[in-house]
């Protein structure tokens, strides 16, 4: 979302925030061109007439694969924040995962948009009542997973954020009421003493099923699954954490076959089109989850603006479907996707 009209809409500092990344940015370029590094293999002579996109998550069958990640700070790029994006998921289907660094509370997103699917996502605090807190609030109030982000035991090296000395107005978990927080102090709060100890704790305690999200190596895949996790997404955290990791897609394979269908395998980061969907189911994820592409709709249109990229990521699924000759998304599998011969 490095786009001319985004910075002239959200001024330089929010949109620093929102699009950028660690370091160089290696990696947050990178996770876009890690997609394009795959070439698909469509076949032919297939009936495409009938096209089913669903995917089974979290033991439900979902239209589509596209879940909403969790983005802080949302009222940062629209007013609509928060109710627009999960406004948004509920108007396309998709499953919504709200941020522990929110601007609207977990009750009232579920108030304003009772019938979206959703999930928190939860950062442990040094104060881990906040975090207690968080969890028993989103519990209460019909969030049907916990997702632990297991990436962020400090805050990423955020060169634009250090130039612009960007600030938050509204995280209401963390500083309800207070004067405005710069990323730094908010990184700050977070706890990195969190072990696989504690995971194992979360997991028994939290009374939902719990995903970890931040997993690259199939050495702390199979550790996810001994700790109880229901699920984990593949992901460098859209390339804000540690710059020149792997990219979702280039470590997803290894974690598809250490974990051999024990939990659900969701991957993120670049995904800005329905082929590269396409791509994640066909190495074998079983969901994907879409940022920025969401967030820049979001700061364009609100809720609409949301939707209708949401709307066209589907779209660009079924299409691909069609003209892979595989009408049925669960049918996708490695024979679809070769390395690209391009550069
Ligand atoms: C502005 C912004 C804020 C984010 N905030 C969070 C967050 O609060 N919690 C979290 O787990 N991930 C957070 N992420 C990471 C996303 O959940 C996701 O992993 C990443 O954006 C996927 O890459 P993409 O933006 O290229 O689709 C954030 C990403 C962005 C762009």
Redesign the pocket.
Known sequence: ?DDEDLRELLGDAAHG???GGAGDEIT?RD??ASWSRLALHPRVLVDVSRRDSSVELLGRRRPHPFVV?????QRH?HADGELGTAGAAADTDAVY?L????TTSPADVAAAVPDVDRWF?L?VFKDRQISRDLVTAARETGYEAL?V?V??PIGGWRERDRRSGFTVEHPVALNPGGRALTTAELFALHDPTVTWDDIGQLADEAGIPLLL??ILRADDAERAVDAGAAGI?V??????QLDTTLS?VDALVPVVDAVQGRLDVLV?????RGWDAAKALALGADAV???????AGLARGGRTGAADVLTQLVAELDTSLALLGCPNARDLDRSFVTPAPWP
């Not at 993120?268 to 800005?272: A, K, L, V, Y």
Request: hydrophobic share 40%; glycine share 16%.
């Open positions: 979302m925030y929102f699009a947050l996770n876009m990640a969790p983005m802080a700070y790029a995962v941020s522990s660094q929110t996502q950062y997702v982000t990436d962020f999200k931040g997404v992901s460098n955290h859209g390339g804000r979702g993120d980061g670049g995904i800005r989850m879409v940022g920025r592409a969401v967030l």
